[in-house]
């Protein structure tokens, strides 16, 4: 089973600032089978990034997301009130699917 | 517009039965692999079972493998999971989701959940 790690656990930031995630996978994901999900309280989760960098339908440009191998980051270049929420990273290249713990962005 | 709507969730004891419904809209259900993702209160996200958009091949989390049934009915664009021998750690919110069928299989559209409380 490959185990997602992120960190920070918490990140506490400014409207405006930018933001900086990581997820690091316990083996290499493969195909960069990685996906970035949000979520907002009593909300389901919304799909960001896939394929470790492409933006999901309707995703504005100021998520971005890069890496390879066992190293992720999901990146907001600057936070708009909208973007305070907990960030899950996926790993579904292999069996089971797996996801982070979770990194929640909150306002400083 | 993609909508998947949960239902069959509640309060069941320990031990019990309780069978969930993803009722799916604005997409040809026929055509896209389907799972079930689980979130217990204050905790992350938890893949439970995916079946393909046939229905001919299922997957489960070794969580609930044996106790869990995934399955579809294509005719009735609707979603089932079948939820045997019930125990506290099951209590979540069970989201229904779609499958993309684009590079690999991540969950890209997903339902609003619904509550299922294990308890006496």
């Known amino acids: 089973e490959i185990v997602l790690t992120q960190s920070p656990g918490t990140l506490s930031l400014s409207p405006g600032e930018r933001a900086t995630l990581s997820c690091r996978a316990s083996q290499s994901v493969r195909s960069n089978y990685l996906a970035w999900y949000q979520q907002k309280p009593g909300q389901a989760p919304r799909l960001l990034i896939y394929g470790a960098s492409s933006r999901a339908t309707g995703i504005p440009d100021r998520f971005s997301g890069s890496g390879s191998g066992t190293d992720f980051t999901l990146t907001i270049s600057r936070l708009e009130p909208e973007d305070f929420a907990v960030y899950y990273c996926?790993?579904?290249?292999?069996?089971?699917?797996?996801f982070g713990q979770g990194t929640k962005v909150e306002i400083k | 517009e993609v909508q998947l709507l949960e239902s069959g969730g509640g309060l069941v004891q320990p031990g019990g039965s309780l069978r969930l419904s993803c009722a799916a809209s604005g997409f040809t259900f026929s055509s896209y692999a389907m799972s079930w993702v689980r979130q217990a209160p204050g905790k992350g996200l938890e893949w439970v079972s995916s079946i393909r958009d046939s229905g001919g091949d299922t997957y489960y989390a070794d969580s609930v493998k044996g106790r869990f049934t995934v399955s579809r009915d294509n005719s009735r664009n609707t979603l089932y999971l079948q939820m045997n021998s019930l125990r506290a750690e099951d209590t979540a919110v069970y989201y229904c989701?779609?499958?993309?069928?684009?590079?690999?299989?991540?969950?890209?559209?997903w339902g609003q959940g619904t509550l299922v409380t294990v308890s006496s």
């Open positions: 996926q790993q579904y290249i292999s069996s089971p699917r797996t």
């Open positions: 989701a779609k499958f993309s069928n684009v590079a690999g299989w991540y969950e890209d559209h």
